[in-house]
């Protein structure tokens, strides 16, 4: 929208701002100026602001050069104007009018056919004055062709009650005018000012409401991912850690000895055909298969043969079983009843 010497002004039609074409500034008549399209049958607003000069203002509102009833504004803000009264609490709102057939109502020229102005005066308030109902503008043409626009002024409508006093006023300076030329749309696309797909426009700002206005809470964001959170079932709680033990764990030095030396770290026991008497003690907490003779003596000894493969129990002659390798077909060289009977009495199987 154009601004300059900070005021802004622009145009409202359809509840969208009108959009503007070809703006060009005069700074040194502090003018500024530029072209608009104009639906014929549309009506439309005149709106203009005050950025924070501090210094009351009036505003006037032209017409194809007749003069319209403005507002003040107190040092900033934002006001507008969307018709002229037509009584106590109603108006005729503005509205561009296509001429039906060529006229010609004067012969004079009129130099600001076709154009909006909105005229910025800064003012001194002295008084308060009757307000006195305007009379509505009859603007006069020259000649005008069938097709072209102008402005007109719609039927009676309801709107706020007038104030019945407004202010005395004191000029201070003629600040700055904004003027609008509208034409039509398809004669604005001919002369090259407006392009066949012009930009859409953007929502119309509105004057702020004299009521406290609540603040909005600001809206929480939902994730997606949270919104489509699915139910997860817990897997099962991991079995510990496997240890793989080795032979030379919880044995003492002489449960070391069954084994060839340098091979207990391996876990290989020795050869069927190799056994070797040890000695063990309490700290051998862990078994391996074999045979472990008790000592009977009290002497906290006991003898351990050691085979390489699983022991299984075989029948000997009379009844009694005896711990055998499945690689071995026969027992060992026959000894004496009793001996065997004393030495099974003593022999325990020992697992992994």
Same mark, same amino acid.
Not at 150 to 157: L, N, Q, V
């Given at each position: 929208?154009?601004?300059?010497? !900070?005021?802004?002004?622009?145009?409202?039609?359809?509840?969208?701002? &009108?959009?503007?074409?070809?703006?060009?500034?005069?700074?040194?008549?502090?003018?500024?100026?530029?072209? +608009?399209?104009?639906?014929?049958?549309?009506? *439309?607003?005149?709106?203009?602001?005050?950025?924070?000069?501090?210094?009351?203002?009036? %505003?006037?509102?032209?017409?194809?050069?007749?003069? %319209?009833?403005?507002?003040?504004?107190? @040092?900033?803000?934002?006001?507008? #104007?969307?018709?002229?009264?037509?009584?106590?609490?109603? =108006?005729?709102?503005?509205?561009?009018?296509?001429?039906?057939?060529?006229?010609?109502?004067?012969? /004079?020229?009129?130099?600001?056919? @076709?154009?909006?102005?909105?005229?910025?005066?800064?003012? =001194?308030?002295?008084?308060?004055?009757?307000?006195?109902?305007?009379?509505?503008?009859?603007?006069?043409? @020259?000649?005008?062709?069938?097709?072209?626009?102008?402005?007109? *002024?719609?039927?009676?409508?309801?709107?706020?009650?007038?104030?019945?006093?407004?202010?005395?006023?004191?000029?201070?300076?003629?600040? &700055?005018?904004? +003027? *609008?030329?509208?034409?039509?749309?398809?004669?604005?696309?001919?002369?090259?000012?407006?392009?066949?797909?012009?930009?859409?426009?953007?929502?119309?700002? #509105?004057?702020?409401?004299?009521?406290?206005? =609540?603040? $909005?809470?600001?809206?929480?964001?939902?994730?997606? %991912?949270?919104?489509?959170?699915?139910? &997860?079932?817990?897997?099962?709680?991991?079995?510990?850690?496997?240890?793989?033990?080795?032979?030379?764990?919880?044995?003492?030095?002489?449960?070391?000895? $069954? *084994?060839?030396?340098?091979?207990?770290?391996?876990? #290989?026991?020795?050869?069927?055909?190799?056994? #070797?008497?040890?000695?063990?003690? /309490?700290?051998?907490?862990?078994?391996?298969?074999?045979?472990?003779?008790?000592?009977?003596?009290?002497?906290?000894?006991?003898? +351990?043969?050691?085979?390489?493969?699983?022991?299984?129990?075989?029948?000997?002659? !009379?009844?009694?079983?005896?711990?055998?390798?499945?690689?071995?077909?026969?027992?060992?060289?026959? =000894?004496?009843?009793?001996?065997?009977?004393?030495?099974?009495?003593?022999?325990?199987?020992?697992?992994?």
């Amino acid at each position: 929208m154009p601004t300059h010497l !900070g005021f802004s002004a622009w145009i409202v039609s359809g509840g969208q701002v &009108v959009p503007e074409y070809l703006v060009a500034v005069d700074p040194k008549n502090n003018k500024v100026q530029c072209w +608009i399209p104009g639906d014929a049958g549309q009506t *439309f607003m005149v709106c203009w602001r005050d950025q924070g000069g501090g210094i009351d203002s009036c %505003a006037y509102i032209l017409l194809d050069g007749l003069v %319209a009833p403005g507002r003040f504004l107190f @040092g900033s803000g934002m006001a507008s #104007r969307e018709g002229v009264r037509s009584g106590p609490n109603t =108006e005729r709102p503005f509205m561009f009018s296509e001429v039906q057939e060529t006229t010609k109502t004067s012969d /004079a020229v009129n130099k600001e056919e @076709g154009m909006i102005t909105v005229k910025i005066k800064l003012v =001194e308030r002295l008084s308060h004055r009757e307000n006195q109902l305007p009379k509505i503008p009859q603007p006069k043409y @020259g000649r005008q062709a069938a097709g072209q626009l102008r402005i007109g *002024f719609g039927e009676d409508k309801p709107t706020w009650q007038q104030s019945p006093t407004t202010w005395h006023t004191k000029p201070v300076a003629s600040h &700055v005018q904004f +003027i *609008f030329r509208y034409r039509s749309g398809e004669f604005l696309q001919a002369q090259g000012i407006m392009p066949e797909s012009s930009e859409a426009t953007i929502p119309a700002p #509105r004057p702020q409401s004299p009521l406290p206005q =609540e603040k $909005a809470k600001p809206k929480r964001r939902v994730s997606a %991912a949270k919104a489509q959170r699915l139910l &997860v079932t817990p897997s099962p709680t991991p079995s510990p850690k496997r240890q793989d033990l080795k032979l030379d764990q919880h044995m003492s030095h002489g449960m070391k000895k $069954a *084994f060839y030396p340098g091979m207990a770290h391996i876990g #290989r026991l020795r050869p069927k055909d190799a056994p #070797r008497t040890v000695s063990s003690r /309490a700290s051998d907490q862990q078994t391996y298969a074999g045979l472990i003779s008790f000592d009977g003596a009290g002497t906290g000894h006991s003898t +351990i043969f050691v085979t390489e493969d699983p022991i299984e129990p075989v029948q000997e002659p !009379g009844g009694q079983e005896s711990m055998l390798s499945p690689g071995r077909s026969s027992p060992e060289p026959e =000894e004496s009843q009793e001996s065997a009977s004393q030495r099974s009495d003593h022999y325990a199987r020992v697992k992994y």
